[in-house]
C-alpha cells in the first residue's frame, strides 16, 4: 500500500475559485484532496485496512496458478528455484508491511 500526493489545479467551493489542491492517492486511488488556499479537505470514503486486505487477498490469489504453470512447465527447474523463491518472500512481504505502516501513519497524522 502506498500513498502519494500530487498537486493540482482544481475548483474549491469555498475559495469560489480555481486553487492549487494536494491529492493524495492511496494506491492508485484518490484518498483526500485539499485547498492549499483555505485548507478544505475533502475525504473520499476509502477504507485503508480494506485496500490492504484487498491487496493482500489479490496477491495470495494470484500465486498458485504462477506456481502450478510453472510446475507442468518444467519440474526441475521449479524445484531449483523453490529455495530462493521461499527466501525472496519473506522479505518483499515485509517490505509491503513497513510501506503500510508508513502510510497508515501518514493517514493519522493527517486526521
Ligand atoms: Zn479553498
Known sequence: ?????LDVSLYCSRCHDE???RVQYLNDKIHST???NCHRKIEMNLNPTRELYKEVYKRITSKPTRLTKEYKADLSKFIEQLPKRVLSKPYRLMRNVDETRKAFKKLKNHE
Open 1 to 5: 500500500m502506498k500513498i502519494s500526493e
Open 34 to 36: 485539499e485547498c492549499t
Open 19 to 21: 486553487t492549487l489542491h
